[in-house]
């Protein structure tokens, strides 16, 4: 079943960039994120079923691997007398760090636990679980891609129209673009 996450690839190509430019230290633990209250358990717990229910880890499932990659790279692009070490220290890294990635999914519970009451998420957990939730699960994705791909092609369209706009008034001055 494909889900929202699914077709939004660029954020997970976002988080995997944010995720970069964190400190490299695999032996620190997550600190809080700024500005959030701490949620109570039973609101961590309905927040994940939403997020597992909508594929969310699909998002941020690569995470870890990649930002080894990414990291190994842009080291190799200065010192590339090392590649074969990095190469093997990639894997090392990538083994050490594993798992990882499952902090996203503790910060995204910790986000929806912020954005909606306790309350709300158990009564959007009953939602998602009924026909027209399941319902939504499915089609949602579906959906989204198609206003995505409708808003391309008027934005398209409509920049031809701006164009000839801009020639027309340009035309009036006597000048030709």
Same mark, same amino acid.
Request: proline residues 6%; glycine residues 6%.
């Given at each position: 079943m494909?889900?929202?996450? /699914?077709i =939004?690839?660029? #954020? ?6 944010a995720? #970069?430019?964190?400190?490299a230290n /695999? ?13 109570t ?5 309905? #927040?994940?079923e939403?997020l ?8 941020y499932?690569?995470?870890v691997?990649?930002?080894?990659h990414?990291?190994?790279d842009?080291?190799?692009?200065t ?6 070490? =990095?190469?093997?220290? +990639?894997?090392i890294?990538?083994?050490?760090l594993?798992g990882?990635?499952?902090?996203? /999914? ?14 709300? =998420?158990?009564?959007?957990?009953v939602?998602?679980?009924s026909?027209l ?12 891609q ?9 934005a398209q369209?409509?920049?031809?129209i701006?164009?000839g +706009?801009?020639?027309a +008034?340009?035309?009036?001055? /006597?000048?030709?673009?």
């Amino acid at each position: 079943m494909k889900s929202v996450f /699914g077709i =939004l690839p660029a #954020a997970g190509l976002a988080v995997g960039l944010a995720l #970069a430019s964190l400190p490299a230290n /695999g032996q620190q633990p997550q600190a809080p994120i700024p500005g959030l209250k701490p949620a109570t358990p039973a609101c961590v717990a309905a #927040a994940k079923e939403i997020l597992q229910m909508k594929h969310a880890g699909a998002m941020y499932a690569n995470a870890v691997p990649n930002i080894v990659h990414q990291t190994k790279d842009q080291i190799l692009s200065t010192n590339l007398n090392y590649q074969k070490d =990095l190469n093997e220290v +990639e894997v090392i890294v990538a083994k050490k760090l594993a798992g990882r990635e499952q902090e996203i /999914g503790e910060g995204m519970a910790q986000i929806y636990c912020n954005m909606f009451t306790e309350q709300e =998420l158990k009564d959007l957990v009953v939602f998602y679980k009924s026909p027209l939730g399941q319902k939504l699960l499915t089609a949602e994705p579906q959906a989204i891609q198609t206003s995505m791909n409708y808003m391309t092609n008027w934005a398209q369209n409509f920049a031809t129209i701006v164009n000839g +706009e801009f020639r027309a +008034e340009m035309r009036k001055r /006597g000048k030709q673009i």
